[in-house]
């Protein structure tokens, strides 16, 4: 009997988290960084530097997202391949070639709104 009520505690609790987590919003904000790592993704995909990819940390892999630069207007669709950012503050990692097309080479970071397109 115990037992039960720690589990149905334990299911409501994961319930209500997983009902406030941006992963299961069609769109959030807030700052984006590029980055440039090894080999493979974690979805065990090969990273492509150039490629249009990003990393979220809960959002399933494949999941489409439009990236919107907020200060300068520029856009672009990226594929979810790989689990991070791994550093606070931030809600998506790009790679090279989506940071690029955002005109976020060269600061490195930027505030971005981003919209789940299809997952």
């Not at 941006?22 to 960084?33: H, L, R």
């Amino acid at each position: 009997m115990h037992f039960m009520k720690l589990a149905a505690a334990g299911a409501a609790v994961l319930v209500m988290g997983f009902a406030t987590l941006p992963a299961q919003a069609k769109s959030f904000s807030g700052k984006a960084s590029w980055y440039q790592m090894g080999k493979r993704t974690a979805s065990g995909a090969a990273y492509r530097p150039d490629g249009l990819s990003a990393a979220h940390r809960t959002l399933p892999f494949g999941t489409r997202l439009k990236v919107t630069n907020t200060r300068n207007g520029k856009s672009v669709h990226v594929v979810v391949n790989d689990r991070g950012p791994f550093t606070g503050g931030r809600v998506l990692d790009v790679s090279r070639g989506a940071a690029r097309q955002l005109g976020m080479i060269s600061s490195g970071t930027t505030r971005v709104d981003v919209q789940v397109t299809s997952n």
